[in-house]
């Protein structure tokens, strides 16, 4: 069945829905057509931020929409984020962009991870390593959030398990297909969460695809 039918029959007249998950490209498009249909609003919101930035409304929240519904609802992104980004009219224009927020997350996780496998095993140590980067080249929470949990192998309880991972790089892949993007890196990415779960990583957080490597160089499966 088609997720939109429900949702439109089960709203008032004149609701606004506003949608944080990350969903497809596609969907957004329906549910926009849906609910302009059935005359009331639609707004897509995904957010950035990992469970502690959301305990502490600390998300950043990429809204789009007509921008009458995307005002109405402003106090509510307020109440949850700390700052607010309206990329476009069109709902579907904030899936995407979130989508491809978390393929750039996968990329570094992956990344981060063969560097840290790479110095690790010539006896580097990991957090020293760590601190460096991020008080160099790479002063960005991206590495400092994902390069803690690799150094602490922190991997449950996970805070956005791996098979939420894998999604999402599928949704990548299917937009990048739509608007003929190649994204090489993306199916690269499919590719590791795949071994990732194949080899008992589905209950981990999706940082553990970053130890994948370190794995395959001879140290303890991150499962």
């Known amino acids: ?22 969903i497809s490209v596609d969907l957004a498009r329906r549910l926009t057509a849906a609910h302009a249909e059935a005359r009331n609003g ?15 409304a600390k998300l950043f929240v990429v809204a789009a929409g007509a921008p009458d519904a995307v005002q109405t609802v402003t106090p509510v992104f307020d109440a949850i984020g700390q700052r607010t980004f309206v990329v476009s009219d069109d709902p579907s224009a904030a899936s995407l962009v979130k989508i491809s927020g978390n393929f750039l997350i996968a990329s570094v996780i992956e990344s981060l991870g063969e560097a ?26 991206v590495y400092r959030t994902y390069g803690g949990l690799l150094v602490r192998e922190q991997f449950t309880p996970p805070g956005f ?26 199916s690269l990415l499919r590719d590791r969460f795949l071994t990732l779960l194949a080899t008992g990583g589905g209950e981990l957080d999706w940082s553990a695809l970053g130890a994948l490597s370190a794995w395959e160089a001879g140290a303890p499966h991150p499962a």
Do not use: N
């Open 161 to 186: 398990a791996a098979p939420l991972g894998l999604k999402d790089v599928k949704l990548a892949l299917a937009a990048g297909e739509d608007l003929a993007v190649p994204m090489p890196i993306a």
């Open 1 to 22: 069945a088609d997720p939109a039918a429900g949702l439109v029959a089960a709203m008032p007249a004149d609701a606004i829905h506003v949608s944080s998950s990350t």
């Open 116 to 141: 840290m496998a790479l110095v690790g095993k010539a006896g580097v140590d990991k957090q020293q390593y760590l601190e460096l980067l991020t008080s160099t080249l790479f002063d960005a929470p």
């Open 42 to 56: 639609f707004v897509s919101a995904p957010v950035f931020g990992r469970p502690e930035a959301a305990a502490a």
